[in-house]
């Protein structure tokens, strides 16, 4: 599961930031690996929820400083169209899919039914 590079859902670090040994392993050696990769989606979704405490959201902020952050750019938008137009997926969940695929990337998420229309994603969960 480590030899390759992942993009990183939300939920996988929701699950780090609660202490889940399955996801912190798995982030810490992306990041020893320097191929801790999330889309600017996530990083909103992670940082803006409205819950965080101010210490929970430095630390927040701080994990997310290792991370490459992937812009939408128009590629990835064009990609999230055509995934969209095929799939009923949210919004968030085609530009992640189209920000993976266009880097190269496996998906790692908790989540991997929402993204088994995109038949072409590469969806793993860390938590198997």
């Known amino acids: ?12 670090l929701i699950y780090h930031t609660k202490g889940s040994q399955d996801t ?11 191929s801790f990769y999330i889309s600017i989606l996530t ?17 927040c902020k701080q994990l997310i400083e290792f991370a490459t952050v992937y812009p939408i750019d128009e590629d990835i938008a064009n990609k999230a169209i055509e995934i969209k137009r095929k799939t009923n997926i949210k919004l968030a ?3 992640i899919a189209a ?11 908790r989540n991997v039914d929402d993204f088994k229309g995109v038949r072409e994603l590469e969806v ?5």
């Open 99 to 109: 920000t993976a695929l266009l880097n190269n990337l496996k998906l790692a998420t």
């Open 24 to 34: 912190v392993d798995f982030i810490s050696h992306l990041i020893a690996q320097r």
């Open 93 to 95: 969940d085609a530009v």
């Open 1 to 12: 599961m480590f030899t390759t590079n992942y993009l990183i859902d939300t939920n996988i």
């Open 43 to 59: 990083k909103i979704e992670f940082l803006g929820w409205h819950k965080h405490t101010p210490d929970g959201f430095q630390k």
């Open 124 to 128: 793993i969960n860390p938590f198997k």
